[in-house]
């Protein structure tokens, strides 16, 4: 399934889930082959297309689904979304935290000396950081919150940004040999959980943007009891699903436009065509066409290129010049390239399913490189000029 709209959710607990599918409609149900059941539906008001999965609990669970998701549905991103422990006292419960990294805690060596931690850890890209955080700053999320949404101080619901940890065991202690560990090495989180880092490797394997959007329902402290969960549970994961749907919203929206700067004027790239041989009408965005070529540069007279994968080239050296003038960092770097290493494989495949791979590696390429302007409206000519000659 392709479709620039859609954004993939995934949550742990069926009440997580049910926090999502209350703000969709129009839903259908969609089998994978394996088994798998998601369902899909749209956000009132918008074209904001939503796949929803459960997972389990469980980093190896949420891993494996989520490749699956991804693969299936070719989303703009992954956003994981439901309930987490707070690490620090202060910190509300119902607050929204949205993670900037994520580290996969159990990872290191028990030694005669004490315990050496060697963690994996996945930042958030650059792209989805920067929207979460307007989003945060717009406050217009808020507008899809329960009208009785509060936090335990009383006060409205906020997001605040941090790494989350992920483990594999429920905690529930502030002294507990698991606190400790936290407490001593991974002093910077901020919530902890146990599916985030299975979602963040399986974006990262696939290069697929992923947001994970927690909402505190205890503490971790010792005092996390059925009757607790039953209270905050419920109103933790509607404030995530709140944030979580307003990002996606945001993301379907990024999808179907080619972003500029208002008043910025057009950069003018080094030229690449690329020939439509196909009967019938194809829309471009920010691109000249004469007859059925399709022109990268502001005027169709420079130099022609018919092969597609002379445009991924000139994509790479620009992704290459904005990594050396520091506008993507390290992480989204490697993802972004990543995408274009797959469009490339795909377009030497002979099938007529090579083009549709490219297609969809692209998408994804662009919803990594969204912020880049050059870059981006590049990136549209050349899917748009894809998909009339597949």
């Not at 049910?18 to 129009?26: G, P």
Request: net charge negative; hydrophobic share 40%.
């Amino acid at each position: 399934m392709t479709d620039a709209r859609v954004v993939v959710v995934l949550t742990a607990l069926d009440l997580e889930y049910k926090a999502v599918r209350k703000h969709l409609k129009d839903i259908e149900q969609h089998r994978h082959s394996t088994g798998t059941r998601f369902e899909i539906g749209t956000v009132e008001g918008t074209d904001c297309r939503i796949a929803v999965g459960l997972v389990g609990v469980g980093n190896s669970n949420s891993a494996v689904l989520a490749e699956r998701a991804i693969q299936q549905f070719s989303p703009v991103a992954a956003l994981f979304v439901g309930v987490a422990g707070a690490v620090w006292d202060s910190t509300p419960l119902g607050q929204v935290v949205v993670a900037d990294r994520v580290f996969a805690y159990h990872g290191g060596t028990s030694e005669d000396d004490g315990f050496k931690a060697r963690p994996s850890e996945w930042k958030t890209s650059h792209h989805l950081s920067q929207l979460a955080h307007h989003l945060e700053r717009s406050g217009t999320w808020a507008a899809r919150l329960p009208l009785d949404a509060h936090m335990s101080d009383g006060g409205r619901p906020s997001v605040m940004f941090g790494a989350i940890a992920a483990g594999e065991v429920v905690l529930n202690s502030r002294v507990s040999v698991e606190a400790r560990r936290i407490h001593e090495h991974y002093n910077n989180a901020t919530a902890i959980e146990m599916e985030a880092a299975g979602i963040a490797h399986a974006g990262h394997l696939n290069s697929a943007p992923v947001a994970i959007i927690r909402g505190i329902s205890d503490r971790a402290d010792g005092e996390k009891t059925s009757a607790n969960d039953g209270t905050w549970q419920p109103r933790a994961a509607a404030h995530a699903a709140a944030f979580a749907i307003e990002l996606a919203v945001e993301l379907a929206n990024e999808a179907e436009e080619t972003p500029m700067t208002p008043n910025e004027p057009r950069p003018t790239p080094p030229s690449t065509t690329v020939n439509n041989t196909a009967s019938g009408n194809v829309g471009i965005q920010a691109a000249n066409v004469t007859g059925s070529s399709v022109w990268m540069s502001a005027a169709p007279h420079r130099e022609q290129v018919t092969d597609p994968t002379k445009a991924l080239a000139e994509l790479r050296a620009l992704l290459d010049a904005h990594r050396a003038d520091g506008a993507v960092d390290e992480e989204t770097y490697d993802a972004a390239k990543s995408g274009l290493v797959n469009a490339e494989t795909a377009l030497r495949d002979p099938d007529a399913k090579g083009k549709k791979k490219a297609v969809i590696a692209l998408r994804q390429f662009g919803g990594l490189v969204g912020h880049l302007t050059d870059l981006a409206a590049k990136t549209a000519v050349v899917i748009t000029a894809l998909n009339g000659i597949a």
